[in-house]
């Protein structure tokens, strides 16, 4: 396409035709920037989204492992206590069963 611009009026028209062509570019690039600008958004809202989960997975994950050993040692004082526990309770059953036996010799002797 070639454009004579040897007067004032076909330069104007020159002008006109190319203001009109520039516009009409811009158009698409707006359109482009604004679905791009739209989907930027988009992507951090679910990027966003993502870091919360991770950073809340990670808690659990850390503080599964203290719970965990917490268990383990109130388990732990749990058996031991009891252990130090059942000879006193074998003894007092012992004790009580003496007094019963004595009891029983100095009962008469029933017919």
Known sequence: MSIQVNTSSSASTALRNLAASQ????QPTV???????????????????KVSQVATENKIAASTPLRDGEMAAQMSKHTQENILAQPGVAMSAQ???SNSDVLQLLQPARK
């Open 23 to 26: 516009s009409s570019l811009a």
């Open 31 to 49: 359109a482009l920037s604004s679905g791009i600008r739209d989907r930027v958004v988009t992507d951090t809202v679910e990027f966003d989204g």
């Open 95 to 97: 004790a009580n069963q």
